[in-house]
């Protein structure tokens, strides 16, 4: 079992930035690929940013060159830095924890970007 508590979501200007945080408990941390996706009003749900355990990155399009996603194995931790926000980027933040096809993920955390 996995549990996955967001963090760092809230209200920001456009061309601000904000830190997301995924604290993760229960499970060996580092066996698992951590991931971040969002989800906007009336918008399916998608990927944002991932590394896997490997430590092999990738990031949606939208967002590269703007969005930073680290874990920190010691504090089984993974981290969204966001910058250079837009309003496209308002949406739902949801953790994602995935080993073998088993997913887990957290209850989300809101980030709206408006002036």
């Known amino acids: 079992q996995v549990q996955l508590v967001e963090s760092g979501g809230g209200l920001v200007q456009p061309g601000g930035s904000l830190r997301l945080s995924c604290a993760a408990s229960?499970?060996?941390?580092?066996?698992?690929?951590m991931g971040w996706y969002r989800q906007a009003p009336g918008k399916q749900r998608e990927l944002v940013a991932r590394?896997?355990?490997?430590?092999?990155?990738n990031y949606a399009d939208s967002v590269k060159g703007r969005f930073t996603i680290s874990r920190d194995g010691a504090r089984n931790t993974v981290y969204l830095q966001v910058d250079s926000l837009t309003p496209e980027d308002t949406a739902v933040y949801y953790c994602?924890?995935?080993?073998?096809?088993?997913?887990?993920w957290g209850q989300g955390t809101q980030v709206t970007v408006s002036s």
């Open positions: 994602n924890a995935e080993r073998d096809g088993l997913e887990y």
């Open positions: 229960g499970t060996i941390f580092r066996m698992y690929a």
């Open positions: 590394k896997t355990s490997g430590g092999i990155t």
